[in-house]
């Protein structure tokens, strides 16, 4: 095997899957998604590139919010206070990872491409 399919491998089958997985967790949790209505509160979606994670922000410690609306709210994780009220939906979060894999694969072999040719 030579070294340049070695390093296609690495990239592919470990670098681009850890990145992925860091990146779709990452915007669950540091991202925050805008709330238009009140009546959403109650039915807030996090995570992208398609939403994988549903909470319902009264139940977890929101409902003290007076404030006006479109309103961005985070992921609610007050572990003492309040019972966290979440639903992880495996099948999209899975999802969201094979997008965002084959997103970084995609670019990655266009640029091994264009770089090539402005090699020579």
């Known amino acids: 095997m030579t070294k340049a399919v070695y390093n296609h491998l690495i990239f592919v ?7 992925s997985i860091v990146m779709v967790l ?5 991202l925050p998604t805008t709330i238009d209505t009140p009546k ?21 410690g929101a409902n003290g919010y007076e404030g006006g ?22 099948s999209d979060f899975l999802l969201s990872i094979a997008i965002v894999w084959l997103l970084f694969v995609i ?4 640029v091994r491409k264009l770089t090539r040719k402005c090699s020579y």
């Open 13 to 19: 089958l470990i670098l681009a899957p850890i990145t």
């Open 26 to 30: 990452g915007s669950a949790l540091f």
């Open 40 to 60: 959403e509160l109650s039915n807030a979606k996090f995570g992208l590139p398609i939403s994988f994670i549903k909470q319902d922000l009264l139940k977890s």
């Open 69 to 90: 609306f479109p309103h961005p709210f985070s992921l609610q994780i007050d572990f003492l206070d309040h019972d966290l009220e979440l639903e992880f939906i495996k």
């Open 107 to 110: 670019a990655y072999f266009v």
